[in-house]
């Protein structure tokens, strides 16, 4: 058959791909193909509208560069990041739950002793984080290596003001003890927006959203023998928590992050300033 109707294309289509050695390749196709045309018949496109999607997907593929990656952010705000975030991190042993990594880590950060300030030239209130990293069984995992990045006081990253800053700042490694604890100095983050100067900015105008995300920390925690974790801990109270622009807040990652008059801190240090702690216990599952 070579003549088709807006109905019987969908198996032609599919038809001309069976030969497809890589069963993966041959699922994923079809499936593409079937979902696609499907969403096409829904919608009904006039050739005016399908010309403008292909103009939003080739703009999109257009503004990304080394450090800009406008279909990661497509992805997020489509929710389709914490979906594929969800299948691959089901909770099974009541370890933390994830969320996203987002476009700020940077692999092998530098490693800091535990207690040590990892914010560099990064401006904002002292924040002390402190916590342990556990087995799903709560056994304490020694030799863990915790990675933690985040915003400043005006939510922008290091890597957006390495110039600036004279490199990284508000990140770091540290390395758990024997009793499976970390600890270091760093500044409060604050809510940021996505950057939104792009095609994904202009699909949230028209959609009538906002591009924020409430204020968090990030955390990578690897331990041998155990799943890694990419989370966030997200500061309780913090007005975009019902509404942040990439669905990644989950309910068990918000904590406190209690404020502090100057003077003697946990770590028995003395602060001639006020300051916040935030104290979190990272759980993982086993291999
Ligand atoms: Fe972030």
Redesign the pocket.
Known sequence: MREFNEFSITDAVIDRMKEATNPRVRQVSEALVRHLHDFIREIEPTEDEWQWGIDFLTKTGQICDDVRQEYILLSDTLGVSMLVDAINNRVTQGETQSTVI?P?YVKNPQEFPNGANIAGKMLGTPLYVQGRVLSADGTPLANALVDIW??DEAGFYDVQQMQELGGFAGRGRLRTDAEGRFSCWTVEPIEYSIPHDGPVGQMLIEQKRHPW?PA?V?FMVHAEGHRRLAT?VFVRGNKYLDSDAVFGVKDSLIAEFPKHPAGKAPDCSMRSEPYATLEFDFRLAKL
């Open positions: 987002g700020f985040h915003s995300r968090h990030h966030h």
